[in-house]
């Protein structure tokens, strides 16, 4: 089985399948304390598994995880996506970028490159980000990107999220 993973081009970013390459990097980052809000942190092999995973939801959706890399350098700062496994509580945005690139502005970016891609090429009407309270940045950019508060979620691993649903393709700026 193959399939193609789309690439998405911002003014300063590309959106594009994990490589290889991408693993000490994103090892790396799993590793760290900014992974504490996401089941982290995770050793090697956790991390590489985690990788994989994201991949996979293109084969298996039709959507899924891209690396954030810098439009000119293909420099990994992170990731983010389009995530839906079969426990969770909507289709999700899904956001986290390298110590690197944090502050910049990366994530709002990406995020919301991934949230036009849902509704322009995929058609959703409605996509979610689920946030462990406390994940005070991932709270702040679902607010920049205009999602609100709309309830919560008790996940069978990771215990209560907030969902944050937003806007509608019509709303968003």
């Known amino acids: 089985m193959s399939f193609a993973v789309p690439t998405v081009e911002t003014q300063r ?11 000490e990097a994103y090892a790396a980052f799993r590793a760290s304390e900014r992974v504490r809000f ?3 942190p995770n050793d090697r092999d956790e991390a ?3 990788l994989c ?39 999700e945005i899904s956001w986290a970028v390298f110590e690197s690139a944090a502050g910049k502005g990366v994530a709002t970016e990406a995020a919301r490159a991934v949230r036009d891609f849902a509704y322009d090429r995929l058609g959703w009407d409605t996509v979610i980000s689920a946030i462990i309270p406390g994940n005070e940045p991932s709270i702040a950019l679902a607010k920049r990107l205009g ?9 069978p691993k990771i215990g209560e999220m907030l969902i944050y649903r937003h806007v509608t393709p019509e709303s968003r700026t």
């Open 13 to 23: 970013l590309r959106l594009r399948g994990a490589k290889l390459s991408d693993l």
């Open 38 to 40: 996401m089941g982290g």
């Open 48 to 50: 590489f598994s985690d």
């Open 53 to 91: 995973y994201g991949l996979g939801q293109w084969a298996m959706r039709g959507y899924g995880l891209w690396v954030v890399a810098d439009k000119s350098t293909d420099e990994p700062l992170g990731y983010t996506g389009l995530y839906h496994p079969e426990y969770w509580a909507d289709r």
């Open 147 to 155: 999602a609100t508060l709309d309830g919560k979620y008790e996940h």
